[in-house]
């Protein structure tokens, strides 16, 4: 009955995989046996914490990662999305309401808004103003900050889609106000550079990261209207396993939000405040990006069998999740011949 | 000691204890402390080759962005980093010995540990994890926000080698014959309380004192062999070893 201890289980030849298995069936056996029959109290945990040690290892699912950081890119992330688009809709309502007011409220009562900004912004916004009124000059970020910038964009981002997803949990409530602040910003600056006569000028320097930056919040603030959904509507599932069903999707999510952003942060710094470039490229480079992340988000990996947008999100993302794996067990099987830990 | 139960394929189930509230502070408080260290050393480092870092030049721009990303990476990538690589485990845990694992039992991956790592900046709120340790005492399982949506757990990691007074081993030493076929006993004849008894003095029996072992086993093994219909003469005084016996015959029918 006494099983053999046994480390490092990663990097065993295919006879010591078998080895194993029969000891864990054994110490399994072993462990069954001594929660039933008195046969030591030591025993009885020693076994527990073998069985314990050699159940992850045998039962873990192994991914190869780089194989599965492209079926990533190409098929899961676009997959989750397609999913989930309703609540990625939703993010994008909440945002253009906050745009909305903000540009209301900034045309009618200009106090409230430097109220809500506060006095940092509001220098910071001058400063950049005297740069834009000076003849010729329109540069929306100096040469020597555009590293740091770079940086510091693609951070702040980071976190902002973070926290968008992460309070989700509160129901979607803050994943809402965030979305609703970042709106109101938007509307807030919108009326700033049509004031100052450099609308165009603005969106130019916009166009270009904000449409995959933008897009990038919405499907962040999306993940996290997922989990507040899954709070509010388990429908037939405990609230706890509809919440860890919705934060498997939303993971999927945020990671290719991580990605996005990544690009966003450098085009954001290097490319759109280049005062060099006239606004007719920046447009055309903005509607060109549209057309590849939409064509790759809403067409890759489509295999034709999504329900998505069809069924209500608990059973949409049930059916996702039974997809992928029966996807992954098809190319197990597939690729059996090839692998020789597959008896 | 709050434990969750992980029931394996086999339908056996496993015990995990729940990591407490202290022991994974103090986990975090060491992982900070790591992070902040080696961010120090960076910084300490660059400043010392290049004190003039800051001065405006060509490439200092570029450095210094170099140098935040490599902090924001450090300081934002090292719990998920480690959590995947050492199976659930930073630094800082696997002092404590304490360790994240998936629900069912399983090694944490990286979305998991991304998803629960991410989580942490609202667990943070409103500071030092106030919605966390919240969320911890509320949840029947200890966990706080991130450990709910990423569906892990922390656990106490199982001591590395527990001490196990087997009965094999204490026996080598002084098992000597019976005169009884251990194949023909009607074990079945005896009681799970009596069977504890039996268990019990042989974890013990190594403790124990030559005559005090000798005493012991002859008070338990009399009563035991004349509910199995043999004459305690039979055993010729080797009751200790005649318990040893009996357990292994016992372990070997319970395998078949």
């Given at each position: 009955?006494?099983?053999?201890?046994?480390?490092?289980?990663?990097?065993l030849?295919?006879e010591?995989?078998?080895?194993?298995g029969?000891?864990?069936?054994?110490?399994?056996?072993?462990?069954?046996?001594?929660?039933?029959?008195p046969?030591?109290?030591?025993?009885?945990?020693?076994?527990?914490?073998?069985?314990?040690?050699?159940?992850?290892?045998?039962?873990?699912?192994?991914?190869?990662?780089?194989?599965?950081?492209?079926?990533?890119?190409?098929?899961?992330?676009?997959h989750?999305?397609?999913?989930?688009?309703v609540?990625?809709?939703?993010?994008?309502?909440?945002?253009?309401?906050?745009?909305g007011?903000?540009?209301?409220?900034?045309?009618t009562?200009e106090?409230?808004?430097?109220?809500?900004?506060?006095?940092?912004?509001?220098?910071?916004a001058?400063?950049i103003?005297?740069?834009?009124?000076?003849?010729?000059?329109?540069?929306?970020?100096?040469?020597?900050?555009?590293p740091?910038?770079?940086?510091l964009?693609?951070?702040?981002?980071?976190?902002?889609?973070?926290?968008?997803?992460?309070?989700?949990?509160?129901?979607?409530?803050g994943?809402?106000?965030?979305?609703?602040?970042?709106?109101?910003?938007?509307?807030?600056?919108?009326?700033?550079?049509?004031?100052?006569?450099?609308?165009t000028?603005?969106?130019?320097?916009?166009?270009?990261?904000?449409?995959?930056?933008?897009?990038?919040?919405?499907?962040?603030?999306?993940?996290?209207?997922?989990?507040?959904?899954?709070?509010?509507?388990?429908?037939?599932?405990?609230?706890?396993?509809?919440l860890?069903?919705?934060?498997?999707?939303?993971?999927?999510?945020?990671?290719?939000?991580?990605?996005?952003?990544?690009?966003?942060?450098?085009?954001?710094?290097?490319?759109?405040?280049?005062?060099q470039?006239?606004?007719?490229?920046?447009?055309?480079?903005?509607?060109?990006?549209?057309?590849?992340?939409?064509?790759?988000?809403?067409?890759?990996?489509?295999?034709?069998?999504?329900p998505?947008?069809?069924?209500?999100?608990?059973?949409?993302?049930?059916?996702?999740?039974?997809?992928?794996?029966?996807?992954?067990?098809?190319?197990?099987?597939?690729?059996?011949?090839?692998d020789?830990?597959?008896? | 000691?709050?434990?969750?139960?992980?029931t394996?394929?086999?339908?056996?189930?496993v015990?995990?204890?729940?990591?407490?509230?202290?022991?994974?502070?103090?986990a975090?408080?060491?992982?900070?402390?790591i992070?902040?260290?080696?961010?120090?050393?960076?910084?300490?480092?660059v400043?010392?080759?290049?004190?003039?870092?800051?001065a405006p030049?060509?490439?200092?721009?570029?450095?210094?962005?170099?140098?935040?990303?490599?902090?924001?990476?450090?300081?934002?990538?090292?719990?998920?980093y480690?959590?995947?690589?050492?199976?659930?485990?930073?630094p800082g845990?696997?002092?404590?010995?304490i360790?994240?694992i998936?629900e069912q039992?399983?090694?944490?991956?990286?979305?998991?540990?991304?998803l629960?790592?991410?989580?942490?900046?609202?667990?943070?709120l409103?500071?030092?994890?106030?919605?966390?340790?919240?969320?911890?005492?509320?949840?029947?399982?200890?966990?706080?926000?991130?450990?709910?949506?990423?569906?892990?757990?922390?656990?106490?990691?199982?001591?590395e080698?527990?001490?196990v007074?087997?009965?094999?081993?204490?026996?080598?030493?002084?098992?000597?014959?019976?005169?009884?076929?251990?194949?023909?006993?009607?074990?079945?004849?005896?009681?799970a309380?009596e069977?504890?008894?039996?268990?019990?003095?042989?974890?013990?029996?190594?403790?124990?004192?030559?005559?005090?072992?000798?005493?012991?086993?002859r008070?338990?093994?009399?009563?035991?062999?004349?509910?199995?219909?043999?004459?305690?003469?039979?055993?010729?005084?080797r009751?200790?070893?005649?318990?040893v016996l009996?357990?292994?015959?016992?372990?070997?029918?319970?395998?078949?």
């Open positions: 009955m006494a099983a053999a201890e046994r480390r490092g289980l990663r990097s030849s295919g010591e995989i078998l080895e194993l029969g000891e864990y069936r054994r110490a399994a056996a072993g462990l069954a046996f001594s929660q039933t029959r046969v030591g109290e030591a025993r009885r945990r020693k076994l527990n914490a073998l069985v314990g040690r050699a159940y992850a290892q045998l039962y873990k699912t192994s991914r190869r990662p780089g194989r599965s950081f492209v079926q990533f890119l190409l098929e899961d992330f676009p989750a999305l397609r999913t989930n688009w609540f990625v809709a939703a993010a994008f309502v909440a945002t253009l309401v906050g745009a007011v903000g540009l209301v409220v900034a045309a009562d106090q409230t808004v430097e109220a809500a900004l506060g006095p940092a912004w509001i220098s910071e001058e400063a103003a005297e740069r834009h009124s000076q003849p010729g000059v329109r540069n929306w970020l100096p040469d020597e900050q555009r740091m910038a770079s940086t964009i693609i951070t702040n981002n980071l976190r902002v889609s973070g926290l968008a997803l992460g309070l989700g949990v509160t129901a979607g409530l994943t809402i106000v965030v979305l609703f602040q970042n709106g109101l910003l938007l509307g807030f600056i919108g009326h700033a550079v049509a004031k100052a006569g450099v609308a000028d603005f969106w130019a320097f916009v166009a270009p990261h904000g449409v995959v930056e933008l897009t990038a919040i919405f499907i962040a603030g999306g993940a996290g209207l997922m989990l507040g959904y899954s709070l509010l509507f388990p429908g037939r599932l405990y609230r706890k396993e509809a860890r069903l919705a934060g498997r999707q939303a993971v999927k999510l945020l990671m290719g939000v991580g990605l996005m952003l990544l690009y966003a942060g450098i085009v954001e710094a290097f490319f759109s405040p280049v005062p470039i006239p606004h007719a490229p920046k447009f055309a480079v903005a509607a060109a990006e549209s057309v590849l992340l939409f064509g790759y988000l809403l067409r890759a990996g489509r295999t034709g069998n999504e998505a947008g069809r069924l209500a999100p608990m059973a949409a993302w049930m059916a996702q999740e039974a997809s992928v794996e029966a996807r992954d067990q098809r190319r197990a099987r597939n690729g059996a011949a090839a020789p830990l597959v008896p | 000691m709050r434990s969750i139960e992980v394996t394929p086999e339908n056996v189930p015990v995990y204890e729940l990591a407490g509230p202290g022991s994974r502070f103090l975090l408080f060491i992982d900070s402390f992070r902040t260290a080696a961010t120090a050393l960076i910084a300490l480092g400043g010392s080759v290049m004190p003039d870092v800051f030049s060509q490439m200092a721009p570029w450095l210094i962005a170099v140098l935040i990303a490599a902090v924001v990476v450090l300081n934002g990538g090292y719990l998920i480690f959590e995947t690589v050492w199976n659930g485990q930073t845990k696997r002092s404590l010995k360790r994240a998936r039992g399983l090694p944490l991956d990286f979305r998991a540990a991304l629960r790592n991410v989580l942490r900046m609202v667990d943070w409103p500071a030092l994890y106030g919605v966390g340790v919240i969320a911890a005492m509320v949840n029947s399982e200890g966990k706080r926000l991130g450990d709910m949506v990423a569906g892990t757990v922390v656990i106490r990691e199982a001591p080698s527990v001490e007074h087997s009965p094999e081993l204490s026996a080598t030493v002084q098992l000597s014959p019976v005169g009884v076929d251990m194949t023909l006993l009607p074990l079945s004849v005896l009681s309380d069977w504890a008894v039996v268990y019990a003095y042989l974890q013990r029996a190594p403790e124990l004192e030559h005559q005090t072992a000798m005493h012991m086993s008070q338990i093994a009399v009563p035991l062999l004349g509910k199995l219909g043999v004459p305690a003469e039979q055993v010729g005084g009751f200790h070893s005649f318990l009996l357990t292994r015959e016992y372990e070997r029918r319970s395998d078949a």
